[in-house]
C-alpha cells in the first residue's frame, strides 16, 4: 500500500487570507438558483438532499446578510428554460432533459408523485 503524506497548509491559508481584502464598490455576491425548486423537498423538481439544503441555506443567509450588512450588491439568478418552435422547452435540446422528460415510470422520475415540468 501507498503512504500518502499529509502536507499542513494552515500557515499558507493563513497568509492568503491575510492578503485578502474585500472592497464592497467592486464586489458583487451572485446566488444561482437558491430557491425553492431545490431547496425544498415540498415542492422541489431536483430537490437537494435535506441536510445539504439546510446547510447551503444557512452559509447562504451568512453570506448575504454580510453583503447587506456592507452595501454589497447582490443579484439572485434563476434559470429558465425558454419555449422554442418545434422543439417545446429549451431544455429538449440538452439530451439530459429530453430523456429525463422522456420517463414516464413514476419510481424513476427525480422527484416521485411530482409532474415533469420541463
Known sequence: MKTVEILDRLDMIEKMMASL?????ETAIVTIDM????LDSQVAAMPAKAEDAERVIKSAREALDFARGNRIPIIHVILVWRKIAGIGSEAMSVPFWAAMSAITEEENRLSPGRKINI
Not at 481584502?21 to 464598490?25: A, G, I, K, T, V
Not at 430557491?35 to 431545490?38: A, I, L
Open 21 to 25: 481584502e474585500l472592497r464592497p464598490q
Open 35 to 38: 430557491h425553492r425548486g431545490h
